[in-house]
């Protein structure tokens, strides 16, 4: 994520590592279907049936992954799944106008014979429609005025910020602080979601591209979820943690620093600087210094 404070000034603000998590494959989330043999007598003996094959769906995955993963599964040609979207009958919220994006839950599915992607779509969406609206998950949702769709949109976001799962309540609480304080949220997530892409790469040129999805550009919530969130990105956007916090910086791994403060939040990025020029990566510029094109995210 990048924020600017002034006309004149842009600073980066985003994680460093997520997304080449999710490109190795995340964990699978907690609860998920396993696939356990069964078992079958024939003639007095018992032998191991294969189970059925399995769909897995990690947490962060967009809308497109998940389409071309039932694809292969199914072994059906690229596009089938894309194209049953209108026939599954999906159960979303008014506000999706048919988009599943947020709502294909990241878990392990079992996929039986005569699994169709219309079931498996369905099986999805409604898995997420109990997760996101049990007790755990929504804990804290009493305290906020937005709605079901605005949870999910902004979990998704969280998804793909936060470092770790720790982080999570953190980065949710500085989408909030943005919001209420009227500044643009400048996410590199949601450009890399309109430019469909997975990169950790963000330039001055990228922040200008004309897109809903343009975070630097427009204000407010993306038009829809970027990715499909797990429980706990959903608990952080129902429940953040408690601060004033309005950037925040992977300065290396396992160090995300979150502050209110520009100056404290300058040094930060310098000291990330120092340690990729030590390296001999590219670094981010400082506050005074325009982006240089292709430059990486921080964090």
Do not use: C
């Not at 430019?195 to 950790?200: C, G, K, P």
């Amino acid at each position: 994520m990048q924020m600017k404070t002034s006309p004149r000034s842009m600073i980066r603000l985003t994680r460093r590592g997520r997304l080449l998590l999710i490109v190795a494959g995340a964990a699978v989330v907690a609860g998920a279907a396993a696939a356990v043999p069964l078992l079958a007598s024939h003639g007095g003996h018992q032998e191991t049936k294969a189970a059925p094959p399995t769909l897995v769906i990690p947490e962060g995955w967009r809308a497109s992954q998940v389409y071309d993963a039932v694809d292969k599964v199914l072994k059906v040609p690229s596009g089938t799944t894309r194209k049953s979207i209108g026939r599954a009958g999906l159960k979303l919220p008014g506000e999706a106008e048919g988009n599943p994006e947020g709502y294909l839950f990241p878990a392990t599915y079992p996929v039986p014979k005569g699994s169709t992607p219309e079931s498996l779509l369905r099986s999805m969406v409604d898995t997420a429609g109990r997760r996101f609206t049990a007790a755990p998950t929504t804990a804290g949702a009493q305290r906020t005025t937005m709605n079901l769709y605005q949870a999910v949109t902004i979990a998704s976001i969280v998804q793909a910020e936060a470092a770790t799962k720790a982080d999570m309540g953190k980065v949710a609480r500085v989408i909030f602080n943005r919001l209420q304080s009227g500044m643009p949220l400048q996410m590199d997530s949601t450009i890399n979601y309109a430019m469909d892409r997975v990169t950790v790469h963000t330039s001055q040129d990228d922040t200008r591209i004309e897109s809903p999805y343009n975070s630097y550009q427009r204000m407010g919530l993306p038009p829809t979820p970027i990715d499909n969130p797990g429980e706990e990105a959903m608990r952080a956007a129902y429940n953040p943690t408690p601060g004033n916090w309005l950037y925040f910086v992977t300065v290396k791994p396992g160090d995300t620093r979150f502050t209110d403060d520009y100056a404290t939040h300058t040094r930060n990025v310098a000291e990330f600087n120092a340690l990729h020029q030590a390296a001999g990566q590219p670094q981010v510029p400082g506050p005074q210094h325009s982006p240089a094109p292709s430059q990486p995210a921080v964090g």
